[in-house]
Every structure is written in C-alpha cells, then in structure tokens.
C-alpha cells in the first residue's frame, strides 16, 4: 500500500508558525514521522483558497453569520480535511502505524481534558494573546483584517484588552495562571513518572497544552515567558523542553 501525499496549510507569520489551533496538527504530523510539505495562507487566501480546495466551511462569523473557512487544513492523497480535530482523526486512521493521539480508550476522557482546557485556560488567554496577533506576526493586511473581524465579534478594539505594563494585563494574567493552576492539577494526578499525561508518548491533551505553550511562546514578551515556565513547580517547562522534538516548524 502507498503512503498517503499530505499537504498541510498553516497560516504565515513573521515568527513562524503560531496558530494553536494549527500546532496541534504540526505536533501530530511530527510526532507520527508522517512525511508532508506545508502551504502557507495569509487570512485574506483562506476562504478562497479552501473554497478552490473544494473545503466546506468550518463556522459562522459571529457577527455577519455568512461562512467561516478556517486553517488547518489538510489535503490527504486527493481528499481535504478541515477542523484540527477531524484532522488528527484522519491521521491516527490513515497512518495505523504511526504512534496515535486517540489511544484506544482514550477519546471520551480527552474531549473532557479538552473542555476544561478550553474554559479554564484558551477562554481567559484570549485577552492576552489576541491583542498581540496582528501586533506581532502578521502582516499589514493581515493585521487589518484581523483587528477588525475581532472587534466586531468581541465588541471592543483589541488594543483595550491587556496594553503591556497595565493593571489591566495583570488581571488578566492572573486569570490565566488560575486557569492552567487547574490544568497542572490534572497532571499532578498521573500515577507514572512521565512528563507526558498518559504515558511515555504524547496524546490530545499534550498537544493542546503544548500548543497554546507554542502560541504563548510566540506572542508574549521574553519577560512573561520566562516566568510562565517557572509556575506550577516547572512542569509546563518539562512538557516545552520534552516537546521541542516534535515542533518542527518547516518541512
Ligand atoms: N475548531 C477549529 C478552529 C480553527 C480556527 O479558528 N482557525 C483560525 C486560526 S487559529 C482561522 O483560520 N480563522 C480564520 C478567520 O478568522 O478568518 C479547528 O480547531 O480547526
């Protein structure tokens, strides 16, 4: 049998790739050796690109309700897959071999982990990390279509949500920490000495923290970095130096 062709989109920056969303699928196509090659959409080539792909749309705008395309995506063999989960999905069954991110067994617990993670931690770092998207990797265009779609979903310019050095941003990070405080208390119940939640490999719920590690990592200045990975008795600092092995950022 023939190995499948897997093309993979992610969104450019000018610090590389960056989009949580799209790391999960990066750090599974690393972790199972699959062999892809990586094509770059700005937001502006999104829509027309997936729709050229033959892609059905992902969401709704909140604001207009009209279509939302969203990255990643994945073209396998002739086939586009979009939504990272349905992705990492197709991957565990198109490549049986390769290490799993849904061990048997696993799936219904790490949808649960997922869910948490999402409240607990991506909900509340939205207002630190989205102020820096258009501020920090994108280009203009890019930035433009982003500052305005996001004000109009959220109801308020980015630029107010955390400005560095405000009381405001501290708020907000406290919330932050509160938020993966929850999550390091779920890691802290592991039976084994792993750095990794289940066991020696990474699964989901690894890749989702190691992902908004990477987002964290890309958008926030040196100085907020450097004391995140100190929270938590360190283990968000040995889950980022054990997965620097699957964070390949080009083909
Ligand atoms: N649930 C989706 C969400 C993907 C998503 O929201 N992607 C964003 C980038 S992180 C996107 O492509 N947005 C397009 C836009 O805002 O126009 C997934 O996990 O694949």
């Known amino acids: 049998m023939s190995v499948p062709r897997v093309t993979f989109y992610d969104i450019p920056s000018k610090r590389g790739a960056w989009s949580p969303n799209t790391w999960k699928v990066r750090l599974a196509l690393d972790h199972k050796g699959i062999p892809y090659t990586t094509k770059w959409f700005t937001y502006l080539d999104i829509e027309p690109h997936l729709k050229s792909l033959g892609a059905a749309p992902t969401a709704q705008r909140p604001d207009t309700k009209s279509d939302l ?93 955390s400005p560095l050095g405000s009381s405001l941003r501290a708020q907000n990070w406290k ?41 964290t990592h890309k958008i926030v200045p040196a100085d907020e970095w450097d004391s995140m990975l100190t929270w938590h008795d360190g283990v968000w600092a040995r889950i980022w130096d054990e997965g620097q092995k699957y964070m390949r950022e080009s083909d």
Not at 75 to 80: F, L, V
Not at 102 to 131: C, D, M, W, Y
């Open 69 to 161: 395309y969203t990255l990643p995506a994945l073209r396998i063999d002739k086939e586009i897959v979009t939504n990272s989960d349905t992705i990492l999905d197709k991957l565990d069954a198109a490549f049986p071999d390769a290490p799993k991110v849904f061990p048997p067994g696993t799936r219904a617990l790490q949808a649960a982990f997922n869910t948490h993670f999402l409240a607990r931690v991506f909900e509340p770092s939205k207002r630190i990390l989205l102020p820096g998207i258009p501020e920090i990797v994108l280009d203009a265009a890019s930035a433009e279509y982003y500052r305005k779609t996001r004000c109009a979903w959220y109801g308020s310019p980015l630029v107010e949500w």
């Open 175 to 215: 919330a932050v920490q509160d938020g993966w405080k929850a999550i390091s208390e779920v890691y802290a119940k592991r039976d084994m000495e792993t750095v990794w939640i289940a066991g020696s490999q990474p699964i989901y719920a690894d890749f989702v923290v190691l992902a908004m590690l990477m987002f």
